[in-house]
């Protein structure tokens, strides 16, 4: 069944021919202007954060690529379930035989494969038209551990992107109206994730407690693996933070579903 609710948010997003394009477009307009920014600042101090210019440039089209597989401006699916709540429709998904956290989660992945193919690869392909990107080296080996690592860290990227949407969402149980919330969660996340600069340039206080946050996982991991800063041991330790991440958010947010409806308060009645 979920493998099923997967394939169809596989489909739904896909019949938005016109969103999609739009967002291919302001995702690539945006790769330009970060790139750009990048160039200036490269050239003003080169290897900033131990990234070369061709590796920074590479970081910015990743960025675009990702950023609506990772739903790094937006809720994504989640944004159902939270008008869900707040409108009392929960209270007739809460009967139906399901567990509602894997649930979203099919409906996300299901999201998250179309955006990938559909928003990831004309960005990163315009980006290596126009710049200098770097690919994974050093032999067919090493080559390939690294794009199966980078396959790995983007699903648990994402693992942990809906754990942390999850949470968000669930918020709504409580306060009703849940934007406040989510723009507290898109500037954390983005900042603290490393979208906007690498985190290796922030100051080394901040850059420590970066690291301690799961936000890095979401972005800043899977672009270090994918640029091979990370020795295999160093991968490897990378992946296990992110999965061990993965685990205790989706926990937490079983918690706090299992808390939120012992009493469901549906307004109106």
Sequence with gaps: ???AVCA??????????AATWARVTTNTVFGFILAYTYLALWQVRPHLGGYDLSA?????????????????????????????ITKGDIAVDLFRPVDQQAWWLAVDLGRGGYQLLANGVVPMLVGGLCFDLRL??????????????????????????YALR???????????????????????????????????????????LARALPF????????????????AVGTLAALGVQAAWAVVLLGVGRVVQARAVRKVVVQGG
């Design 1 to 3: 069944m979920y493998a």
């Design 8 to 17: 169809r948010g596989f489909r739904r997003y896909s019949t938005y021919r």
């Design 56 to 84: 920074a440039l590479t970081y910015v089209w990743l960025g675009q690529a990702l950023f609506a597989f990772l739903c790094m401006g937006g809720m994504g699916v989640l944004d159902d379930l939270q008008t869900r």
């Design 136 to 161: 994974p080296q050093g032999g067919l080996g090493p080559t390939v551990a690294t794009w199966a690592a980078f396959a790995v860290s983007i699903v648990l990227a994402l693992l942990v992107s």
């Design 166 to 208: 999850f949470l968000v969402a669930l918020t709504a149980f409580w306060l009703l109206d849940g934007r406040g919330v989510q723009m507290i969660y898109y500037l954390t996340c983005n900042f603290f994730g490393g979208f906007f600069l690498p985190i290796t340039l922030f100051p080394a206080p901040l850059e420590e």
């Design 216 to 231: 890095v996982s979401l972005f800043q991991v899977p672009a270090d693996v994918f640029l091979q800063r990370y020795d």
